[in-house]
């Protein structure tokens, strides 16, 4: 039986992974992976490991549910031990010898994979999940988007921030800047000098590289709301015809 490893369990993606591995009934051994502070813990009758050098060692796949700085830490040790990543950060989501892939979309272009298959930015997928029949038919020359994302997008952090301020408990922010309870928050990630953030580019640069369509116009505004679960977006699109 194949083994998959989850890197980043304890999180909201990583529990999420794990949730539909057991909705699918998939028929695979699961290792449970998160940094030393979760050593032990137990989700769904499995025992949480420390990820260390030697993790991967038996394992087949590992899905990637970890910050960029620590993904880029234990992706020379998968890598080392044979197996195939497919990453849920953005760590290696643009390099050009990392297939990015959306399977209701470019399914083929993990074909080329050399161990690693990035995995793009939830605001992404669901934009060109939505508008790739229409890019099909009539051709894209713009695109201009509007996000609401969910505090669930910014980890467990994120929802632990909302649920907080809900319940009028005073204690610090974990991942917000500003109260996000009763608020909205037009930013996510830095800003950079033209003013656009990080999540504003992912739009862009993403989906210009899944659809292999580098002149594609995109402008986005990336909004954080306070809703627990769930993105929503506006879309407008020039098509070609
Ligand atoms: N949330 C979303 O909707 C979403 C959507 C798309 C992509 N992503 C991306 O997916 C990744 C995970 O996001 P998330 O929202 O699930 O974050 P999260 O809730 O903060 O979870 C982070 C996970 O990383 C683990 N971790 C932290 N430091 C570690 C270390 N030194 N060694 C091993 N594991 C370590 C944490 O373990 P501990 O509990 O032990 O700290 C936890 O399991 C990020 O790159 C994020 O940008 C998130």
Redesign the pocket.
Same mark, same amino acid.
């Given at each position: 039986m194949k083994k998959v490893a989850i890197?980043?369990?304890? @999180?909201? %993606? @990583?529990r999420q992974m794990l949730e539909c591995i057991r909705e699918r009934n998939l028929p695979v051994e699961v290792k449970l992976?998160?940094?030393?502070? $979760?050593k032990g813990k137990v989700i769904d009758d499995l025992v !949480?490991e420390?990820?260390t050098p030697a993790s991967f060692q038996d394992v087949d796949y590992v899905l990637?549910?970890?910050?960029?700085d %620590?993904?880029k830490?234990?992706m020379p040790w998968a890598q080392e031990a044979g197996c195939v990543v497919v990453d849920?950060? $953005?760590?290696f989501r643009l390099d050009d010898n990392v297939p990015l892939v959306v399977p209701e979309i470019n399914p083929e272009d993990i074909e080329n994979h050399n161990g690693i298959i990035a995995?793009p930015?939830?605001s992404t997928i669901i934009a060109l999940v939505g508008c790739d029949a229409l890019k099909k038919e009539f051709g894209l020359k713009r695109m201009i988007v509007t996000t609401m994302q969910a505090v $669930?997008?910014? @980890? !467990?952090?994120?929802i632990a921030d909302l649920e907080n301020q809900v319940k009028g408990e005073d204690v610090p922010f974990q991942a917000f800047p500003y109260q996000i309870a009763y608020n909205l928050i037009p930013q996510i990630g830095d800003f950079d000098e033209f003013g656009i953030s990080k999540e504003e580019w992912k739009m862009q640069n993403e989906g210009r590289k899944i659809w292999h369509a580098p002149e594609l116009l995109v402008n986005c505004t990336c909004v954080r709301v306070p809703v627990m679960r769930s993105h929503s977006e506006s879309i407008t699109l020039e098509c070609e015809t």
């Open positions: 890197a980043g369990a304890t @999180g909201a %993606v @990583g992976l998160a940094s030393a502070r $979760s !949480v420390e990820l990637g549910a970890c910050e960029n %620590v993904t830490q234990w849920n950060s $953005s760590a995995n930015n939830c $669930s997008g910014a @980890g !467990v952090k994120g």
